[in-house]
């Protein structure tokens, strides 16, 4: 992995909060899909890259990024235009490629700890009564970051004692030891953070760690 | 949902990200390649369960909108979740949790315990429900509304990748077997 996509800038999106682009986003997408005019989802394809091109992306990054969704798209444009309606299928098209790339600029422009706290914030209402817990949302963000290296890590090790013993690539052989041994380690890591106490308990910053079942 | 819970929540999110980043298998006449991405909801609830493993893809699908590159090529960002695909990527969640759901029905809260091949074959089954015609039902709705196609026209598209994915289902039942004999979990 390698870190995220947002990418540093001064552009005018950068400035903009992240809850605001957030429910821009939103209000964006749901009036494309209640629009089904090929003049107007031309318009907001336009205005999306007028968007993607004021971040300041180098576009062999954009390019890298859109290319893969953007032939899907071309595939059910023709399919839509083919065996349904030759306008409907540039309108699907269209509206596809402004939501793909309206998105992307929102997400070069908005770093990710930004983005957390929008989302930490939209749950807030669930965390007060207790359905969900922020420190909890934050703690398996961080846990999934520290497992993708060690998983990339293991694998290799893995691969590398297998071939030196003379086997073939072979995916079982490698899944298998590999999730066994994360696994063990998943306990371990669970009993390391339990004794510091983390996450703190509902609502409090007392540091007392007896809420752990 | 104890500290061990969250630790294996993150792991099987880890686990699909890691899956994204295995090399792609490119094939002659399909726009996307295939990749070992969808791997990951099936092995997810047919080891750790059904909410457990959905709420794994919860989290990937958490990352893919915080804009981490998680997906199959190193993609992600919000565009990824409004795009032709973005079925699929939501569909991982409910994937995830009907595999474990039978999972747990059928081959650990049974009476007797399953031979090998039993185990086996009842995981694999699970993991064609939950990792393929359900995750397909969501792909394909998602599609179908999207591109205006229609569902059957919509299914037919997506029906291509089904023999790469029931390859994968077989590798997730041979997985899921063998960890479990050897670090047995109990499905939540």
């Given at each position: 992995m390698t870190g995220t996509l947002y990418i540093r800038g001064h552009s005018p999106l950068h400035r903009i909060p992240a809850g605001i682009k957030l429910a821009a986003l939103c209000l964006f997408g749901l009036a494309l899909f209640a629009l089904d005019n090929w003049i107007v989802m031309g318009l907001a394809a336009a205005v999306s890259l007028g968007l993607l091109a004021s971040t300041g992306i180098d576009p062999a990054q954009a390019r890298r990024q859109l290319t893969g969704p953007f032939i899907i798209v071309a595939f059910l444009m023709a399919a839509t235009a083919l065996l349904v309606d030759p306008l409907l299928g540039l309108a699907v098209g269209l509206r596809l490629m402004a939501l793909l790339v309206a998105g992307y600029a929102v997400t070069l422009t908005t770093p990710v700890s930004a983005m957390l706290e929008v989302i930490e914030r939209l749950f807030s209402p669930l965390d007060r009564i207790g359905l969900v817990s922020s420190a909890k949302i934050a703690l398996s963000v961080s846990l999934v970051f520290r497992f993708i290296p060690v998983l990339i890590d293991q694998a290799r090790v893995i691969r590398e004692a297998q071939a030196a013993r003379g086997?073939?690539?072979n995916i079982l052989a490698l899944l298998v030891p590999l999730i066994v041994h994360v696994l063990r380690s998943a306990d371990d890591i669970a009993a390391a953070i339990d004794a510091r106490g983390y996450p703190p308990a509902h609502g409090a910053n007392r540091g007392n760690a007896h809420e752990h079942t | 949902m104890n500290t061990r819970d969250i630790v294996l929540i993150a792991l099987f999110a880890a686990i699909t990200v890691a899956l994204g980043l295995a090399p792609r298998i490119p094939v002659a006449f399909l726009p996307v390649p295939i990749t070992l991405q969808s791997l990951g909801p099936m092995l997810a609830g047919a080891m750790i369960g059904p909410v457990r493993g959905a709420l794994a893809h919860v989290l990937v699908v958490l990352l893919v909108a915080l804009g981490l590159?998680?997906?199959?090529?190193?993609s992600g960002g919000l565009g990824m979740l409004a795009g032709p695909t973005a079925g699929f990527i939501f569909g991982w969640i409910i994937a995830a949790f009907v595999t474990g759901l039978l999972c747990r029905t059928w081959?650990?809260?049974?009476k007797a315990r399953p031979s090998k091949w039993a185990d086996v074959g009842l995981t694999f089954i699970a993991c064609v429900i939950g990792g393929i015609v359900v995750l397909y039902a969501c792909g394909a709705l998602w599609l179908a509304f999207v591109a205006g196609l229609g569902l059957a026209k919509a299914v037919s598209g997506v029906a291509v990748f089904i023999p790469g994915d029931l390859v994968k289902a077989a590798f997730a039942a041979l997985i899921a077997h063998n960890v479990r004999r050897a670090y047995p979990i109990e499905l939540k």
């Open positions: 086997m073939e690539k | 590159p998680v997906l199959a090529g190193g081959t650990v809260s049974g």
